[in-house]
């Protein structure tokens, strides 16, 4: 079920993800925004990188992240990869 959350570009769908925020009309969750943005991409770049989100979504994302920032933290939290799991050779 599609919600609307008071943000433009902003919604839930309990279908998706489970309900987590994500982009309106993609599967983009505002947490994969929030990551890149918080790595050092501008969000000229991630708009760039993510050509199916317009610069307005980025920043109505990280908009959003500034009014519900414990909430996508937790989010982030729960979609880590452990350190064990990564690759010696990525890091």
Do not use: C
Request: charged share 20%; aromatic share 6%; proline share 7%.
């Amino acid at each position: 079920m599609l919600k609307a959350t008071g943000h433009r570009y902003i919604v839930t769908n309990s279908e998706i993800l489970n309900g987590e925020p994500i982009i309106s009309d993609t599967r983009t969750p505002v947490r994969a925004i929030v990551e890149m943005w918080r790595n050092g991409t501008a969000p000229e770049e991630i708009s760039i990188g993510l050509p199916h989100i317009s610069l307005a979504q980025v920043f109505d994302a990280l908009s959003y992240y500034s009014d519900h920032m414990e909430q996508i933290n937790n989010y982030i939290q729960l979609n880590r990869i452990p350190e064990e799991l990564i690759d010696p050779l990525i890091k």
